[in-house]
């Protein structure tokens, strides 16, 4: 029976997907609950995943994809799903989801996760070297500070 109740212990299997329209008011919920902003959120969500873990949203992160340059936005998990990878799943299944759209590279912006990103290959760049396209969407025009940290991954 041992085997029984470690079973019993395991957390449920977390599955990244494609964001259905039933998720965004939970997406959207961790995004405020972590001050990441909105605008932008609707008109991309078709470029949005989720991380789902026992039915509930446990995750999501999404892409604005300007020609061969995606803008990854608004990449959030949970509290309790901190440190557990699900994060890591976000980020590998949005880059793999856009090497196979044509994406070739990635810019971001961040106050918070400037020391996280690195890990899986983005490095700091000035806000002047992003594709003009990327530079005029509303994350770099308006939602996000000056302050903010640039950074960007080639995918090819």
Known sequence: MAHANEAARQPAAVVVRPARDADRGAAEALLREFKLPLEGVAEHWGDF?????????????????????????????????????????????????????????????????MDWFPRFGYERVERASVPAAVKGSVEFTTACPASAVTMRRRLV
Request: with cysteine.
């Open 49 to 113: 995943l989720v991380a789902e873990q026992a039915g509930a949203v446990v995750g999501v992160i999404g892409v604005e994809r300007y020609g061969d340059a995606g803008l990854l936005r608004s990449a959030v998990t949970s509290a309790r799903a901190r440190g557990t990878g699900v994060g890591r799943a976000l980020v590998e299944a949005l880059e793999a989801r856009c090497r196979a759209q044509g994406v070739r590279e990635l810019v971001l912006l961040t106050e918070t996760a």
